[in-house]
T-cell receptor, first 112, second 114 residues
Framework: DAKTTQPTSMDCAEGRAANLPCNHSTISGNEYVYWYRQIHSQGPQYIIHGLKNNETNEMASLIITEDRKSSTLILPHATLRDTAVYYCIVRVRTGTASKLTFGTGTRLQVTL | DTAVSQTPKYLVTQMGNDKSIKCEQNLGHDTMYWYKQDSKKFLKIMFSYNNKELIINETVPNRFSPKSPDKAHLNLHINSLELGDSAVYFC?????????????FGPGTRLLVL
């Protein structure tokens, strides 16, 4: 059911920016792009979300292309604690409810 | 102060047994969810409740029965446990049903069926 495509894994040096791409070419006009991450053995953690405009918070920046078919999550200064699986999710609405459909994610390894 | 908590953290049991997992959130949220993460790490939604009413049921076997005694609690009872039920079960909550609502996850319950 996942509507997103992400690289399986990426490496990033500590202190450098980590840029995680995501393709969502079939996204509908009212569907949001969400990013979560899962640090080993923990529950998924919300990072950021957006609809059309670029977004920034204390954790990351989200860049969404103008056609909304892809996006990039940017961790500006990656640390070892950012090593995790990062999930790009297109939020799907089911009747009166909406749910998160997780794909396989990108395993980000931050190294010294 | 844990926002979304689950008990137990680990659960090891025999095939055929009945077990329950409990979830509580202190965020004042109206909507709660159960997700299952299998051995291949795929995370899939199972159920969602809004104001104690079931709103999402993702073709989960009827051996799984969620119960929401109030908005702050969503428990998961599993009858006749099978080997394939071994997984990590995550509870989550959100303030409502709007598409931009953020879901907050608990730490997970690791179930192992022997």
């Amino acid at each position: 059911d996942a509507k997103t495509t992400q690289p399986t894994s990426m490496d990033c040096a500590e202190g450098r920016a980590a840029n995680l791409p995501c393709n969502h070419s079939t996204i509908s006009g009212n569907e949001y792009v969400y990013w979560y991450r899962q640090i080993h053995s923990q529950g998924p953690q919300y990072i950021i979300h957006g609809l059309k405009n670029n977004e920034t918070n204390e954790m990351a920046s989200l860049i969404i292309t103008e056609d909304r078919k892809s996006s990039t999550l940017i961790l500006p200064h990656a640390t070892l604690r950012d090593t995790a699986v990062y999930y790009c999710i297109v939020r799907v609405r089911t009747g009166t409810a909406s749910k998160l459909t997780f794909g396989t994610g990108t395993r980000l390894q931050v190294t010294l | 102060d844990t926002a979304v908590s689950q008990t137990p953290k680990y659960l090891v049991t025999q095939m055929g047994n009945d077990k329950s997992i409990k979830c509580e959130q202190n965020l004042g949220h109206d909507t709660m969810y159960w997700y299952k993460q299998d051995s291949k790490k795929f995370l899939k939604i199972m159920f969602s409740y809004n104001n104690k009413e079931l709103i999402i049921n993702e073709t989960v076997p009827n051996r799984f029965s969620p119960k929401s005694p109030d908005k702050a609690h969503l428990n998961l009872h599993i009858n006749s446990l099978e080997l394939g039920d071994s997984a990590v079960y995550f509870c989550a909550s959100s303030s409502g049903l709007a598409q931009q609502e953020t879901q907050y996850f608990g730490p997970g319950t690791r179930l192992l069926v022997l």
